[in-house]
């Protein structure tokens, strides 16, 4: 029997749509188990992109609020985001082929739409700029991170490039400042276990066998604070983060560790100070070496009193 594949619909301003395939289920339309699948959209919302065409089947038909609940159906939807507040830095094209492309990202800018940010991404503002519409970032870092970013841009290459990271074959170094300790055993590695933690914003280290794996040394000291670079073998979630707080060295500017603080209105004056410096690997097409460094730079260390608002 012939494999079904996906048919999403084109994308909307940059914006790829959404999917979810119909579970086994109770549900006698297909508004009701969207209502219940998506607790935090209200059933208005859904109503309207119903009502307005933008929840279609895998044939591109409109699904409409009365349609019949059919398992195993594939839907699409499109996201909107209302009042998306324009976020004031722009990410730098580095490097550019018929298959790669690598980008200089600034803090603040997520990679990928979530949550309240859509077109204020780095992946749907550079698809609309470059007319792009296959563009998939082959990796990402946190909205709070600046620095490298590796797109694909043709899905008929993109795997090659993934296997990289799923390989480990690919040598990433950041840099980071935080508190200096003249006590640790510098340079040193941390190896842990890193799972989700009770917050859904926040990893931790827990018992087990460790997943991760962070070489760690100081690149400069100035008093209390020190410039580190930190070479992550691993790729998990929050990984650098997670291993300097752990540390007792939580970067500066960092709102999740080890703390969670309430999020408000949004700093630009003091960004997380952690950077995707460079990134390193022979290109699975060509056989070519390729490495890439950051523009971006962090704060000087003799301008921490500034950041500090001292």
Known sequence: MALHRPNPPPGRNGVGASCVVLPTGPWATVAEFLFQRFPGVPASVWLQRMESGDVVDDQG??????????????????????????????????????????????????????????QETVLVRLKNQLGLEALSPIHRIDRDTAGLVLFSVQSATRNAYQALFRE?????????????????????????????????????????????????????????????????????????RVHMAALGLPLLGDGIYPTLTPEGQTDYARPLQLLAQSIEFIDPLSGVVRKFESRRTLRNLTDIGNYLGL
């Not at 209302?82 to 200089?104: C, G, N, T, Y």
């Open 61 to 118: 038909q409109p699904v409409t609020a009365h349609c019949a609940y059919t398992p195993k159906r594939r839907l699409y939807y499109f996201r909107a985001v209302e009042a998306e507040p324009r976020i004031p830095f722009e990410a730098e094209v580095l490097w550019q082929d018929e298959h790669l492309l690598v980008v200089d990202k600034p803090h603040f800018l997520p990679v990928l739409p979530s949550g309240k940010y859509l």
């Open 168 to 240: 480990r074959t690919v040598h990433k170094t950041y840099h980071a400042i935080a508190r200096w300790n003249p006590d640790l055993p510098w340079p040193l590695q941390r190896a842990s276990r890193i799972a989700p933690a009770a917050h859904f914003m926040q990893q931790e280290e827990v018992d087990g066998a460790p997943n991760t794996l962070t070489h760690l040394a100081p690149l400069e000291v100035l008093g209390r604070w020190a410039r580190y670079e930190l070479r992550p073998v691993t790729g998990h979630r929050h990984q650098l």
